[in-house]
């Protein structure tokens, strides 16, 4: 399972509401979308894809920050955060966080 969830560190709480996609490195220089979500009030977005399928495969998280930071009246510096990661071979599950703010973020491999 490929999953996120996104806190937004200048409001303090979940960020609701923000679309993320899911895609796969293709041979060649193509990505293809394997699942796309909107985060829910929670800021979370559950099971995008099987990561158990996926070993060795580059893959590509992409956050629609501009529409996020739209709805909430927030200018924002980065409008897309792009985390692209190696699902390894046997690895069932994947979290990856987002702690996101209008001038920057960080991200980690979470549990």
Known sequence: ???????????????R????????????TEWRPLGTAITNDDGR???L???????GRTCRLSFDTH??????????FFPRIDI?????HGEP????????????YSTYRGS
């Open 1 to 15: 399972m490929i999953s996120s969830h996104v806190l937004d560190l200048a409001l303090g709480k979940p960020a």
């Open 17 to 28: 509401g923000v679309p993320v996609t899911l895609e796969v490195f293709e041979f060649g």
């Open 45 to 47: 977005v559950a099971a």
């Open 49 to 55: 894809a099987d990561a158990s399928t996926l070993g």
């Open 67 to 76: 529409a996020y930071f739209e709805q909430t009246g927030q200018r924002a």
């Open 84 to 88: 692209t990661f190696v699902v390894s």
């Open 93 to 104: 599950r994947y979290h990856v966080p987002v702690l996101l703010s209008p001038f920057g």
